[in-house]
């Protein structure tokens, strides 16, 4: 919920990428806190939200997107095709559920243009995990792989996506900022631990990041995946600690569940590409590097956008939507066969 990420892509839906722009819209802080109290609770999340929240999360996304138009000197009817992947606030596969707040057919109506939203949910129903989405799209990216690799994704949960020359994998590894955000929230009223600094100059608690790390979920077979607030009841304990004490555990059990993951991966991959904002933080960098001893770079290296990776998939897979090709896989959602989904709306 930093900010509504838009990418203006030409792409096939399969080799073709090719990003012209990335721009960033907004929520009022209103509009923001509205949300983060509603993920809060983890009733009010998982019920059907009421119509003015979706309406207010849908219209900010359009302006979004005119906004991205507007700034490319082009028109509405010039846009073929438009991925809306909404606003997540609750994710419970184990239910076949998960909630995306977002009104396809409104945005449609506003911007003249078919939208695709709803991504998630035909996965979840045929008993997939439903997240994460995005390995298909890394993997298209990529082209050519020699050497086994690994593309982690830290938002607010934390995943991979695996790539050797024969297999592709993917899972939810565990907390990704959303924790460590939420915590420097509470304590010091600011979106972030910019740059790990007060990680930095706190000390871990050992046995809180152990018995963490002892949840079940990490032992699981993948695909498996998260909701953002999944490790919420566990962080009590972290409450009794100093700020820096508390970021510096919560970064620490980040990290550990990334390097835990390779438990699960069939080979060692031979290089890392960390996207999202989590790759902001030097310091969660750094400390991946020293524990998992393979060279860890952020995915600019390749001349990826960081920050768009995400908004570049979800258009990606709109045209993946409409053409019926795939948008999960067995080994990436669990699902039993590789699955399309999505819904379209036409104005």
């Not at 839906?13 to 090719?18: L, Q, S």
């Not at 152990?210 to 949840?215: A, F, K, N, Q």
């Not at 998992?292 to 990826?304: F, R, S």
């Not at 948008?327 to 590789?338: D, K, R």
């Amino acid at each position: 919920m930093d900010a509504i990420d838009v990418a203006l892509v030409d792409t096939d839906g399969e080799t073709h990428i090719h990003c012209r722009d990335v721009g960033v819209g907004t929520y009022d802080h209103e509009l923001r806190e509205i949300l983060l109290k509603r993920l809060a609770d983890p009733e009010l999340a998982s019920a059907p939200p009421p119509r003015d929240l979706v309406d207010a999360v849908t219209d900010a996304h359009c302006r979004a997107v005119e906004e991205m138009v507007t700034s490319n000197h082009l028109a509405l009817d010039e846009i073929d095709l438009i991925g809306f992947h909404g606003q997540t606030i609750f994710h419970a596969p184990d239910r076949r559920l998960t909630i995306q707040i977002f009104d396809g057919a409104r945005a449609s109506r506003r911007l003249k243009t078919p939208v695709v939203s709803d991504f998630r949910t035909a996965d979840v129903l045929a008993g997939g995990q439903g997240a994460p989405l995005a390995p298909l799209f890394h993997r298209a990216k990529f082209g050519d792989i020699r050497e086994p690799i690994a593309v982690v994704n830290i938002g607010g949960v934390s995943n991979i996506s695996y790539f050797d020359h024969d297999t592709i994998l993917a899972f939810d590894t565990g907390p990704g900022s959303a924790l460590i955000d939420d915590f420097i929230r509470r304590r010091r009223g600011l979106n972030y631990d910019e740059d790990g600094w007060i990680a930095r100059s706190g000390k871990i608690n050992c046995q809180i990041v152990d018995r963490i790390l002892s949840i079940s979920y990490f032992d699981q077979t993948p695909p498996k995946s998260l909701d953002r607030n999944y490790f919420h009841k566990a962080m009590q304990e972290i409450e009794s600690l100093s700020d820096a004490d508390g970021a510096a555990t919560l970064l620490d059990i980040t990290v550990k569940s990334i390097a835990k993951s390779r438990e699960h991966l069939p080979q060692t991959p031979q290089q890392w590409f960390i996207c999202g904002g989590g790759r902001h933080n030097l310091f969660l960098l750094e400390r991946l590097r020293d524990l998992i001893g393979a060279p860890i770079n952020p995915v600019e290296i390749l001349g990826w956008n960081g920050d768009m990776v995400e908004a570049e998939c979800f258009a990606w897979l709109a045209v993946r939507v409409v053409k019926g090709l795939p948008l999960s896989l067995p080994t990436t959602t669990g699902v039993p066969y590789p699955m399309t989904g999505g819904r379209v709306d036409y104005p």
